[in-house]
């Protein structure tokens, strides 16, 4: 069966400082990966996108970056956090365009 | 644009008062519709995908249904564990990565 993993589970970082945050996959090959952003526990924006080693698609501008390294590893970065920042970051998983399956999330506190 | 509306925001049930939840959407080349389950804290939980107007779904105390332009969760006789914000998401189609567009959601809770 296929596993999603996301680290750290919670995160306070102050403003200015570098971000970074790991989603892996086990179970499947050749996933889809997706970062979304949830704020005030509601509402999931998609961040970005990725169907395959080293493609990365943004869907609005900002201050964070994607990477994936292997084919099951996916990670969200930032140089410089921002205030704005703040909020439950979601990593998911698909086989092409079909179900996306959703990791535990991570909460990301910028003070 | 695609637009997804969920009503109500919050619903407030006793145990076994049976319900529905409501998710109005504008999708151009409507692909599938999928329902979500979200936990406090929590990532969201796959429920269910719809694909075609008429199709319907059940699992436990929960049915989804789909029209053209709404879909629907019916909960019957809920018990407090089905207490979670509901999501929905259509999905368009003409992309290779499934774009979700998600509700802001519904907040269920169900009073014992």
């Known amino acids: 069966s296929q596993t999603i993993h996301q680290w750290p589970a919670t995160l306070v970082q102050p403003v200015g400082s570098p971000l970074s945050l790991e989603c892996t996959v086990e179970?499947?090959?050749?996933?889809?990966l997706y970062w979304y952003r949830q704020a005030a526990g509601r509402g999931l924006q998609l961040l970005f996108y990725?169907?395959?080693?080293?493609?990365i698609s943004s869907e609005v501008p900002q201050n964070l970056s994607a990477s994936r390294p292997q084919d099951r590893q996916f990670i969200l970065s930032s140089k410089k956090l921002l205030l704005s920042d703040s909020g439950f970051y979601l990593c998911?998983?698909?086989?092409?365009?079909?179900?996306?399956?959703f990791g535990p999330g991570t909460r990301l506190t910028v003070l | 644009e695609d637009q997804v509306t969920q009503s109500p925001e919050a619903l407030r049930l006793q145990e076994g008062e049976s319900s529905s939840l409501n998710c109005s959407y504008t999708?151009?080349?409507?692909?599938?519709l999928f329902w979500y389950r979200q936990d406090p804290g929590k990532g969201p939980e796959f429920l269910f995908t719809?694909?075609?107007a008429g199709e319907e779904k059940e699992k436990e105390r929960l049915k989804a249904t789909l029209t053209k332009k709404e879909s629907f969760l019916h909960i019957t006789a809920p018990k407090p564990e089905d207490s979670a914000t509901y999501l929905c998401?259509?999905?368009?189609?003409?992309?290779?990565?499934?774009?979700?567009?998600f509700g802001q959601g519904t907040i269920l809770t169900v009073h014992p």
């Open positions: 998401a259509p999905v368009a189609g003409g992309t290779s990565y499934g774009k979700l567009t």
């Open positions: 998911a998983w698909s086989q092409g365009g079909d179900t996306q399956y």
């Open positions: 179970g499947t090959s050749n996933p889809n």
């Open positions: 990725s169907v395959g080693i080293g493609q």
């Open positions: 999708v151009s080349g409507l692909r599938g």
């Open positions: 719809l694909y075609s």
